[in-house]
């Protein structure tokens, strides 16, 4: 018996999975698999296994991070082919903005995440100016569901005044909320969005801490917008989530 080790090279990124392949094989320069053969079956094997190999690694990577969900095209198309276009904003931003949970999740635009994932405040990134300030939204179109969205929208996070991207010496306007979909109600969609501002804004809302619901639901993030002539949205991204078992916790924390 012959020892055939077959060696799959970073040009494998080249495969109709698109250009995140590379951040998922960018921690090492190849995959190595080993199989045992007789002689005569080397040459068939060779092509069979490399083939056979490549369609399971894709496959699995597939379906561990919804790639075919947010894998291809950019935050526009996958904002207008999840209706975050028209139900949310009439135009999706060009730039996504990165973001990222502490629990290392970088959130791909569409993929789907649980609320136990994202139940703590993640850093948010974009191409920031420095002299420029921002405000940064987060919120759900689809409370108490898509289907019947009398709550639109469910704001989970609103921070104004933000000094470049440094969200950290922002004004809290909503302290973050994280996910909490009513049970059987599917999947909800979470868009973040961040506005350029034209100056240092004075915000008459009222400050929403993160241990209560109240003042949250019936936002609307384009009223907003309009009403601090923020414009279009400069960067974004989203992510869909369902119920779990975080989601009666967070209710405690809120005081349902």
């Given at each position: 018996?012959?020892?055939?080790?077959?060696?799959?090279?970073?040009?494998?990124?080249?495969?109709?999975?698109?250009?995140h392949?590379?951040?998922?094989?960018?921690?090492?320069?190849?995959?190595?698999?080993?199989?045992?053969?007789?002689?005569?079956?080397?040459?068939t094997a060779t092509t069979f296994a490399e083939k056979e190999y490549r369609l399971r690694i894709v496959g699995h990577l597939s379906s561990a991070f919804n790639l075919r969900k947010y894998s291809c095209g950019s935050i526009r198309k996958t904002m207008e082919e999840n209706c975050v276009v028209p139900d949310v904003i009439a135009k999706a931003p060009k730039a996504t903005a990165t973001v990222q949970y502490p629990c290392d999740i970088v959130v791909k635009p569409g993929?789907?995440?649980?609320?136990?994932?994202?139940?703590?405040?993640?850093?948010?990134?974009w191409d920031a100016d420095a002299s420029k300030l921002y405000t940064l939204c987060m919120t759900d179109p689809d409370a108490p569901s898509r289907k019947d969205p009398k709550f639109r929208e469910w704001h989970h996070w609103l921070v104004g005044n933000i000094p470049g991207g440094d969200i950290a010496k922002g004004e809290v306007l909503?302290?973050?909320?994280?996910?909490?979909p009513p049970p059987d109600?599917?999947?909800?969609?979470?868009?973040?969005?961040?506005?350029?501002?034209?100056?240092?804004?004075?915000?008459?809302?009222k400050r929403l801490p993160n241990n209560s619901g109240d003042g949250r639901g019936g936002f609307k993030i384009s009223k907003f917008a309009e009403k601090y002539n923020l414009g279009d949205p400069v960067a974004g991204n989203l992510y869909q989530a369902e119920y779990d078992d975080y989601v009666p916790i967070l209710y405690k924390q809120l005081g349902a």
């Open positions: 018996m012959s020892l055939l080790r077959l060696k799959l090279l970073r040009n494998i990124q080249t495969c109709a999975i698109g250009p392949w590379s951040d998922f094989l960018k921690a090492s320069s190849a995959v190595n698999v080993n199989f045992t053969l007789a002689p005569a079956a080397i040459r993929m789907v995440l649980t609320p136990t994932q994202v139940k703590d405040q993640p850093c948010v990134k909503s302290a973050y909320v994280g996910s909490g109600t599917g999947l909800h969609r979470y868009v973040f969005l961040i506005y350029e501002q034209k100056c240092k804004l004075d915000f008459d809302e």
